[in-house]
């Protein structure tokens, strides 16, 4: 059974803190890893990953992808109180007819008190 | 923004009602998917589309049924809704299959008491 599990499922943290959010997963047919912010309402995207040791970074956030150790991390640097959301791993696999679907992983709670 | 609107938002339905759940875009995108969030699991696919009256169950079906007449309607409907449906129901469409170019809609809150 594909599953995604991410860890810590809560933190929480004081404004200019550094945060890292792990994701490990196991599913078959791996295309790739996607990360996603959640504050209210719709999944935002953040990144996608499908090589191993190549970091992608976007302002003060980055990610980088073990495909050996199936593990994925994203870190965030001098967190800010909009920092606040869940944050979502996912693992995107192929499913019939060439269409893919997404694994989500629990998600992480991330609250940034000022 | 991209173009995808569900509908209602929020929803308060008895047990034993059906219900049907819209997700309307205006992308003109092929791939269309109805997602469930709940507690502890994240997010969890229940049917998808790649096309007009092209349908396939997701991990959790049970339950659900879709249908997609037009490139740009997929609707939802349980049958026979249970308290055990009680979630927030996502939409999502993509052009590619890859979903770095995926979009969420903003979902629906469905009770059922």
């Known amino acids: 059974e594909d599953k995604v599990v991410q860890s810590p499922l809560s933190l929480v943290v004081h404004e200019g803190d550094t945060v890292t959010l792990n994701c490990s997963y196991e599913?078959?047919?791996?295309?790739?890893l996607l990360w996603y912010k959640q504050e209210k309402k719709a999944p935002t995207f953040l990144f996608m990953l499908?090589?191993?040791?190549i970091e992608k970074k976007s302002g003060r956030l980055s990610s980088i992808l073990d495909k050996k150790e199936l593990f994925s991390i994203l870190n965030i640097t001098a967190t800010q109180t909009g920092d606040s959301a869940i944050y979502l791993c996912a693992v995107e696999n192929l499913v019939g007819r060439g269409a893919q679907k997404l694994v989500f992983g629990q998600g992480t709670r991330l609250t940034i008190n000022p | 923004d991209a173009g995808i609107t569900q509908s209602p938002r929020h929803k308060v339905t008895e047990t034993g009602t059906p219900v049907t759940l819209r997700c309307h875009q205006t992308e003109n995108h092929r791939y269309m998917y109805w997602y469930r969030q709940d507690p502890g699991h994240g997010l969890r696919l229940i049917h998808y589309?790649?096309?007009?009256?092209?349908?396939d169950k997701g991990e959790v079906s049970d339950g659900y049924s879709v249908s997609r007449s037009k490139t740009e309607d997929f609707l939802l409907t349980l049958e026979s809704a249970t308290s055990s449906q009680t979630s927030v129901y996502f939409c999502a469409i993509s052009e590619s299959r890859s979903y770095s170019e995926a979009f969420f809609g903003q979902g629906t809150r469905l009770t059922v008491v």
């Open positions: 599913v078959t047919n791996f295309r790739s």
């Open positions: 589309s790649y096309g007009v009256k092209d349908t």
């Open positions: 499908t090589s191993s040791g």
